[in-house]
Nanobody
Framework: QVQLVESGGGLVQAGGSLRLSCAAS????????MGWFRQAPGKEREFVAS????????YYTASVKGRFTISRDKAKNTQYLQMSSLKPEDTAVYYC?????????????????WGQGTQVTVSS
């Protein structure tokens, strides 16, 4: 079955960096667009970034543009989210997602599979 497993979350001070990983199995990784979403306590899940199947196109929500970088490694069936200049408002559970029908999407319903999430906490 399809599995998306996130790792790399943790506690970091404001201004610091983290790199999240999402290892995919049970699917043809190169056929899927990938995305990252996050959900803070008491808030709805929101889009963070998306990358197309080849890695040639990316899309970010405005609040992370210039600070976060999404990438993927087809040899490792893994996508990444490099997060820099972290702010307390970036604190959330971060989710990995895979989409078979769209090249890039910020809409959660576009995604077919989801990981369990990894907690990112940014202290001030």
């Amino acid at each position: 079955q399809v599995q998306l497993v996130e790792s790399g979350g943790g506690l970091v001070q404001a201004g610091g960096s983290l790199r999240l990983s999402c290892a995919a199995s049970g699917l043809t990784f190169s056929s899927y667009a990938m995305g990252w979403f996050r959900q803070a306590p008491g808030k709805e899940r929101e889009f963070v970034a998306s990358i197309n199947w080849s890695g040639s196109s990316t899309y970010y929500t405005a609040s992370v543009k210039g600070r976060f970088t999404i990438s993927r490694d087809k040899a490792k069936n893994t996508q990444y989210l490099q997060m820099s200049s972290l702010k307390p408002e970036d604190t959330a559970v971060y989710y990995c997602a895979a989409a078979s029908r769209f090249a890039l999407s910020s809409i959660s319903t576009s995604y077919d599979y989801w990981g369990q999430g990894t907690q990112v906490t940014v202290s001030s």
